[in-house]
T-cell receptor, first 110, second 112 residues
Framework: EDQVTQSPEALRLQEGESSSLNCSYT??????LFWYRQDPGKGPEFLFT???AGEEKEKERLKATLTKKESFLHITAPKPEDSATYLC???????????FGPGTRLSVLP | GAGVSQSPRYKVAKRGQDVALRCDPI?????LFWYQQALGQGPEFLTY????????KSGLPSDRFFAERPEGSVSTLKIQRTQQEDSAVYLC??????????FGSGTRLTVV
């Protein structure tokens, strides 16, 4: 059975304090690993898709990396507007649905 | 429309009442998903449509849950005889295919 865990559960950073969020996964065959951002009262907003180990993608202050067992979301010099819950999800090679992790709740203090 | 629209945004139901939640996907999007998100948790898969065909309903928690998409566009998730454990946010997502999934803002269902 596919499984996704995320750590830490919650993270508080000072503005400008870089850090990383972890997503560990178990899947029989990986089609893609997805990162989403979710603000309170809203649906998840797509950030990145990673397909194979070694792949990296960047967007503004965020960089996502992938290995065979985990993915990291690196946040460089975060700003208060980066505060949100970050969700990781995997999609099986021959499936359609996503299996989501529980998320990391990030707070960036000014 | 520009995004995935879900209605109502909030629904309070008395235990035992039937509810219907609506999803208007982005025009032309073939794939449509329903997810259930409990407070503080990640979304959990309920069901998947490709056009009007329901290809996967393995995530529906009981036979009280039913989803349809009769014309391959708007979808409705129906919950019969609601129970307190059904309280959650119900999210809809759509895609043209590939990996570009867009989520709606969800319907928050509270069963009292």
């Amino acid at each position: 059975e596919d499984q996704v865990t995320q750590s830490p559960e919650a993270l508080r950073l000072q503005e400008g304090e870089s850090s990383s969020l972890n997503c560990s996964y178990t899947v029989s065959g990986l089609r893609g690993l997805f990162w989403y951002r979710q603000d309170p009262g809203k649906g998840p907003e797509f950030l990145f898709t990673l397909y194979s180990a070694g792949e990296e993608k960047e967007k503004e202050r965020l960089k996502a990396t992938l290995t065979k067992k985990e993915s990291f979301l690196h946040i460089t010099a975060p700003k208060p507007e980066d505060s949100a819950t970050y969700l990781c999800a995997v999609q099986e090679e021959y499936g359609q649905n996503f299996v989501f992790g529980p998320g990391t709740r990030l707070s960036v203090l000014p | 429309g520009a995004g995935v629209s879900q209605s109502p945004r909030y629904k309070v139901a008395k235990r035992g009442q039937d509810v219907a939640l609506r999803c208007d996907p982005i025009s032309g999007h073939v794939s449509l998903f329903w997810y259930q998100q409990a407070l503080g948790q990640g979304p959990e898969f309920l069901t998947y449509f490709q056009n009007e065909a329901q290809l996967d309903k393995s995530g529906l928690p009981s036979d009280r849950f039913f989803a349809e998409r009769p014309e391959g566009s708007v979808s409705t998730l129906k919950i019969q005889r609601t129970q307190q454990e059904d309280s959650a946010v119900y999210l809809c997502a759509s895609s043209v295919g590939g990996d570009g999934y867009t989520f709606g803002s969800g319907t928050r269902l509270t069963v009292v």
